[in-house]
């Protein structure tokens, strides 16, 4: 059967996650309606990873099986007129070799965490950032990022409902960046677990508030125990923004 990797950004606020819902709620309840819409066939989805509810994607990618040949141009336009008016837009399109799968054949996946550092509310993007009022120092956030990258267990920073085998993972980058009054978080490792972005990024948020220090959030990671986790951060801010494959440029 023909293979296709399709490119997919998402508003995540009026979702249920990604993950398909009993109440056909979740993103890829979406995109499967809008497959058997312009194909006939109710096929199920693979996507690289699955997102919270409420949680947004500029460059989730998903991979498909049709029983018939089509032009993935033609696919990701005959999607995007079935998903009107929903805040979901396929943006990339290929046909890949049958082995290709979307979660297993990742190399790294790439997540961005918006923090709006002012006292006034958002309002344009209101669901789109976290906002925090205090002050945050951002450099004193990317030093303590910066000690817990590397291989370790990440049972700390891992939701307590994760079904991850192992809590064993290698963080390869955990940046943190001021820009005005906007506050980004890059964080990027081949897997994550359940709420491993938003756990650290809640904690790195007490380092930047002076809570914590730098040294805390790496003995907060020592520790191995969600109890010692600060609060874990809304969705709101955080972005899937990009999964990165062999071979592969769409």
Avoid at 22 to 48: P, T, Y
Avoid at 146 to 174: E, V
Wanted: glycine share 6%.
């Amino acid at each position: 059967m023909p293979r296709y990797k399709l490119t997919v950004e998402y508003y995540g606020t009026p979702f249920h996650g990604w993950q398909s819902q009993l109440d056909g709620k979740g993103v890829q309840d979406a995109i499967e309606d809008a497959i058997e819409k312009f194909s006939g066939e109710r096929v199920k989805v693979q996507a690289a990873g699955r997102t919270d509810s409420g949680v947004h994607a500029t460059g989730q990618v998903f991979h498909l099986d049709l029983s018939k040949q089509w032009d993935s141009f033609r696919i990701a336009e005959a999607m995007n007129f079935h998903l009107k008016p929903l805040p979901i837009a396929i943006t990339g399109h290929v046909p890949v070799p049958d082995h290709f799968e979307a979660r297993f054949s990742a190399l790294s996946r790439h997540y961005e965490f918006l923090i709006l550092n002012r006292k006034a509310r958002p309002t344009f993007m209101r669901n789109r950032v976290w906002h925090v009022p205090h002050a945050l120092d951002a450099d004193k956030m990317h030093e303590a990022a910066q000690l817990i990258l590397g291989k370790h267990d990440f049972t700390t920073f891992r939701a307590s409902m994760c079904q991850a085998n192992s809590p064993i993972r290698t963080l390869d980058r955990l940046d943190v960046e001021r820009r005005g009054e906007m506050i980004h978080v890059f964080a990027s490792a081949r897997s994550f677990l359940h709420n491993q972005v938003r756990s650290m990024v809640g904690s790195l948020v007490e380092v930047g508030r002076e809570r914590w220090t730098p040294q805390d959030f790496r003995a907060a990671l020592d520790a191995a125990d969600r109890k010692a986790c600060g609060p874990v951060s809304p969705p709101d801010g955080l972005y899937l923004i990009g999964v990165d494959y062999p071979d592969l440029d769409a």
